[in-house]
C-alpha cells in the first residue's frame, strides 16, 4: 500500500472547486470527489536529509502546530530538543492565513530536514473568526491542510492512510458539517519507514477526529493499525499525534473513557512513551478554551522508552506557537538480525 510520491500536488482548478461546491452532500458524492482529486491521494516529498540512517538512540516528537502560523519560530522551537523525528499534524499549505506558505516546506528546511506531507482536507474557506485575523489574501491559493513527518535521514517507503471517505466535516446527516470550515477529505495519517541502526522503522503522523466520540475514534484507530500491518508487517512502529482523547465524551471530557488505548494495547503497543500531564494551552486561534486536555499521544511497538517529556509551545516571551503543547520521546531500537 506504498502512497505515490509527487514534489508538487496538482492544484484545485477552478471548474474543480465549483464542482464540489455543486455536489450533494453526501457521502457517496464525497467519495468519489475524493478518488478524482491527485492531491488527496497521494504524499509530497521534499527537503533534505543530513544523514542516510537514524542511530540506534533518537529522539522523537509530535506535535499539532494548529496551522502553524510561524513555522520559523515553530522550528526553532522545536530545535531545541534536537529530534530526528517529528511527526506534525495541522500544517497549512497554500492558505491564507498563513500567508500562503507550505509551512512543513519551510519548517523542513530550517531544520535540515526532509519532509513527506499528506492533505487531510482541502480547505474551501478561510476558517473561524479568529483564523481570519491572520489572512493575508482573501483567498487560499492551494487550501492544503494536512500531516507531516520530517526526518533527518531519507524515507524508505511512504503511505498516506485516510481513516475515513464518508465526508464527516461535508455531508449532510453527519455529525458536522461546519459553515465556517467547508472542507473536502476527511482523517488521515502518514507512514514512513526510514533506516536506523538497528533496522528500519515505521513512524506515523496521525490526528483523529474531534467531533465524534470514542467510538468513531475507535474504528479510526483500528483502520489504522490494521493499514499499518499491511504497510510495515514486523516493524517496530511509533505513532505519535492528536488523538482528540476525551473530545465529545461527557460529562468530564475524560481521556480514560477512550476505548482505542485498550485496543492498541491489545494489538502489542504500548502507550508508555507518552509523558504525564495535559496537553493544550490557550492560543491566538484559540484564545478562550473551555477546558484542559490531554489530547496528544505516542504509541509504540518494538521500540524501548529511555525517556519522555512535554515542551511547552509559548516562547520565551509568551508568545503561543500552538493550542497543544509538543510531546517528545527519546527511543532506542533493538540491532535486528
Not at 67 to 80: M, V
Amino acid at each position: 500500500m506504498i502512497t505515490k510520491q509527487v514534489s508538487e500536488f496538482a492544484p484545485v482548478t477552478a471548474a474543480d472547486r465549483a464542482r464540489i461546491l455543486a455536489a450533494p452532500r453526501t457521502a457517496n458524492a464525497h467519495r468519489a470527489l475524493l478518488g478524482e482529486m491527485p492531491a488527496m491521494n497521494a504524499v509530497q516529498i521534499g527537503g533534505s536529509a543530513t544523514a542516510t540512517a537514524l542511530p540506534r538512540d533518537f529522539t522523537i516528537a509530535a506535535w499539532n502546530v494548529e496551522r502553524c502560523l510561524f513555522p520559523e519560530d515553530t522550528a526553532a522551537h522545536l530545535a531545541t530538543i534536537a529530534p530526528e523525528i517529528v511527526l506534525l499534524s495541522e500544517v497549512d499549505h497554500g492558505m491564507a492565513r498563513t500567508k500562503q506558505r507550505h509551512t512543513t516546506e519551510v519548517m523542513a528546511a530550517q531544520l535540515g530536514m526532509a519532509y513527506a506531507f499528506g492533505v487531510e482536507f482541502h480547505e474551501l474557506g478561510l476558517g473561524g473568526v479568529t483564523e481570519r485575523a491572520f489572512c493575508t489574501d482573501r483567498f487560499n491559493s492551494l487550501g492544503w491542510h494536512g500531516n507531516a513527518i520530517l526526518s533527518s535521514v531519507p524515507f524508505e517507503h511512504t503511505a498516506l492512510i485516510r481513516l475515513d471517505d464518508h465526508g464527516h466535516w461535508f455531508a449532510e446527516g453527519g455529525i458536522t458539517v461546519d459553515p465556517q470550515q467547508p472542507r473536502l477529505g476527511g482523517r488521515m495519517a502518514i507512514a514512513a519507514i526510514v533506516a536506523t541502526d538497528g533496522g528500519p522503522v515505521c513512524f506515523v503522523s496521525t490526528h483523529l477526529e474531534s467531533n465524534a466520540g470514542a467510538a468513531h475514534r475507535c474504528g479510526q484507530m483500528q483502520t489504522l493499525l490494521d493499514k499499518i500491518d499491511v504497510f510495515a508487517p514486523d516493524l517496530p512502529v511509533m505513532i505519535g499525534g492528536d488523538l482528540n482523547t476525551g473530545n465529545h465524551i461527557p460529562p468530564d471530557f475524560d481521556w480514560r473513557n477512550e476505548t482505542l488505548f485498550a485496543l492498541a494495547i491489545e494489538r502489542g503497543y504500548s502507550w508508555g512513551f507518552t509523558a504525564a500531564g495535559n496537553t493544550t494551552r490557550p492560543s491566538l486561534i484559540s484564545p478562550h478554551p473551555e477546558r484542559e486536555m490531554k489530547l496528544d499521544w505516542f504509541a509504540g511497538r518494538g521500540l524501548n522508552n529511555a525517556d519522555n517529556g512535554v515542551l511547552v509551545s509559548t516562547m520565551a516571551d509568551g508568545k503561543p506557537l500552538s493550542d497543544h503543547d509538543c510531546v517528545w520521546c527519546k527511543v532506542n531500537v533493538s540491532k535486528t538480525e
